[in-house]
């Protein structure tokens, strides 16, 4: 005769088949993403391609003052200089408590970014009228990320065609309601 065997599985049993409270390196949760800023002007300024993600290399007082929300996107784009990418323009204003290591609000800052994203953003770029925006700038988990969008500009006729199916669908929308 065999023994019987309790309902409920020992801690250790619980353990061996994968089922810990504790998140492990292997656990599928995904990352909070929290927005900081966006640039919602360049999706209508701009005729975009496609967007990239990229991370961005900060000091400790500029990512306490982005934690802040104290951060400005407006006329912030994207550069390839050399073998790497910076985004110019981006102001993050400086953090009051930082007085001896503070950072430059306006200076480059290099985003972080594959070979092969480097590479396909300077071939992109180098084209005539073609430029890199930034779009916005948000958390993913504990790590600031930057997202920019690649596009030619508008002319003044396609924002108006822009507009007009923006109201058009507003007006669909109330007709539902």
């Known amino acids: 005769m065999s023994k019987p ?4 599985p020992t801690a250790a049993g619980a353990k061996a088949a994968g089922k810990s409270g504790a998140a492990g ?13 966006s640039n919602k ?19 400790g007082s500029e990512v306490k003052s982005i934690r802040g929300g104290k951060v400005v996107l ?17 102001t ?5 408590f930082a007085h001896q290591f503070g950072h430059e609000p306006d200076g480059p800052r290099k985003l972080l970014m594959n070979r092969r994203e480097i590479d396909k953003l300077s071939r992109d770029a180098h084209q005539k009228g073609v430029t890199a925006v930034v779009t916005r700038i948000y958390f993913v988990g504990p790590r600031i990320k930057l997202e920019f969008a690649v596009g030619t500009g508008k ?11 923006r109201e058009a669908t507003r007006e669909m929308a109330r007709a539902k309601r």
């Open 5 to 8: 065997t309790s309902a409920r």
């Open 25 to 37: 390196k292997g656990s599928a949760k995904p990352a909070e993403t929290r927005i900081i800023a």
């Open 41 to 59: 002007k360049a999706f209508f300024d701009l005729a975009v391609d496609y967007t990239v993600e990229a991370g961005i290399v900060l000091v």
């Open 74 to 90: 407006t006329g912030a784009h994207v550069r390839v200089v050399g073998s790497e990418a910076f985004v110019f323009g981006l």
């Open 92 to 96: 993050i204003q400086t953090y009051e």
């Open 155 to 165: 002319k003044a006729h396609d924002k108006r065609d822009s507009i007009k199916t």
